[in-house]
Structures are given as structure tokens and as C-alpha cells.
């Protein structure tokens, strides 16, 4: 009998597309020397991965979703992650909550490239840690690993979405001198979050540290705001 893990990577197969294979190792820098150095990709767009996660994530057990959240291909990693999260999101007992929050830390080193991060971050660690100690965020902003330091900057998504923009500040400071855009970038759009909620929050902020803020970073943080106030941000007119 062919297991639920064969079943999503024979359907990941049926929607290969040759040409988006050849495209998606430069859109995920998958090239020598690029942050997604060594990815192999098949060619499934997002929309066709995320219809066989809700065709599957009932049948799909733990152990099979370690699995192919371990597979060396691209789509099979993001599929198990948007497994899940609607593992996760689906179920109300915390214990079942517990374990699938396991699964994700216990696998951190396939979560890595931004795409796998965004869609789950959030999702998952920043909602089991709204109401719980946040240590573990600060564990992965200084971890001295791209996407673990990604990771905790978006599951603060959660808390920003919910009004409270306390961590998310702090691991912004935190982050200043981060050698890589990836990071400013994601600092950056979560400044913007925040903005977008309390527009007061950010501005003060930003008036507060963009003298030493990485320019990635101001600019992504600032996308929001009208064309004079970004002027007087990028040339320092404040």
C-alpha cells in the first residue's frame, strides 16, 4: 500500500514544470555561494503545493511529516510545512500543539530559506508563544543562523497582530548590525506591521534609530509612509 508521503510527492511529480525548475535555483539564490546554496527545486508553483497540503494533512502522520519536511526537494520541505501549519491551526488541544511545535524546532536546519520561514514563523512559534516566555526567540535571533535569526523575527508577527510590539522592537535593536538584507529586509517589514497597526509606534522608532539603522532596513520600514516623511527619513531631515 503506497503511504500518504509517496501520495504528495507523486502528486508534487504530476505538477512539475521543467521550465519553473530551471527558473526557481536563481530566484532562491540556490547557486554556489548563494544563501539557498545546494536546494533542488521540481517546478510546483505555491497555489498547486498548497491544495495537496489540505488533500493530505488529515492522512499525513508525524512520522511522515518529519519526512518530508527533511526531503532534500524544495517543494516537498514547503508542502510539509504548510502541512503543518494546518496541523497546527486545526487542532484545539494544546498537547497535539506541543508535538507539532516539537517538530518544527527539532527541524529547523530544513526550514531554511525565506519562503519555508514566512509561511510558518508566525504561524506557528510566534502563536504557541503569545502567551508563553519569549526566551526562545532571543535564543534564535543569536543564534549566528540566517534563518533561525529570520525566524524570530517574523513569529512576531503573531504579537504584532495581536497590538503587542514589544519584541519585536527589541530583536529590531537587536539586529542593526546584521551583516545580511535578508534579515534587514524582515526587520524592515515587520517595523511596517507594526506601523500599519500603530502608526505612532513605529514613527517613534524610527526617529529614535535610523541614523543607525541599516538602509534596507528604513527603506522596507518606511514603504508605508507618505513621500515627504520617507524624503526626510533617507536624508536625514528629521
Keep these: ?16 514544470d521543467a521550465e519553473k525548475a530551471a527558473f526557481l535555483p536563481k530566484f532562491f539564490q540556490a547557486f ?29 502522520s508525524l512520522k511522515g ?10 517543494e516537498c520541505r514547503l508542502t510539509a510545512i504548510f502541512i503543518l501549519v494546518l496541523k497546527y491551526e486545526k487542532t484545539k488541544r494544546e498537547d497535539e500543539r506541543e508535538e507539532l511545535v516539537k517538530i518544527y524546532l527539532n527541524n529547523l536546519a530544513s526550514i531554511n530559506n525565506w519562503d519555508l520561514v514566512d509561511s510558518s514563523a ?31 523575527v517574523i513569529s512576531t508577527m503573531y504579537f504584532i497582530r495581536n497590538n503587542d510590539y514589544h519584541d519585536t522592537l527589541k530583536l529590531a535593536e537587536m539586529m542593526f548590525n546584521h551583516e545580511h538584507d535578508l534579515i534587514h529586509k524582515a526587520v524592515g517589514w515587520m517595523l511596517r506591521e507594526i506601523g500599519n497597526r500603530h502608526f505612532e509606534v513605529e514613527y517613534d522608532f524610527l526617529k529614535s534609530h535610523y541614523h543607525n539603522m541599516p538602509r534596507t532596513m528604513l527603506r522596507y520600514a518606511l ?15 528629521l
Excluded at 539557498?36 to 488529515?58: H, L, M, S, W
Excluded at 512559534?125 to 529570520?150: C, T, V
Design 65 to 74: 511529516l518529519e519526512l518530508l519536511i527533511r526531503d532534500p526537494l524544495h
Design 122 to 152: 508566525y504561524k506557528i512559534l510566534g502563536s504557541y508563544l503569545f502567551k508563553k516566555d519569549r526566551s526562545l526567540l532571543y535564543k534564535l535571533a543569536s543564534s549566528g543562523k540566517i534563518w533561525q535569526e529570520r525566524i524570530a
Design 223 to 237: 514603504e508605508k509612509f507618505c513621500l515627504l516623511l520617507r524624503k526626510k527619513f533617507l536624508t536625514g531631515q
Design 32 to 60: 554556489p555561494g548563494g544563501y539557498g546554496e545546494g536546494d533542488r527545486f521540481i517546478g510546483v508553483t505555491v497555489p498547486n503545493q498548497r491544495k495537496i497540503a489540505r488533500k493530505y494533512y488529515r492522512e499525513l
Design 1 to 16: 500500500m503506497i503511504s500518504a508521503v509517496e501520495m504528495v510527492k507523486k502528486d508534487l511529480n504530476g505538477f512539475a
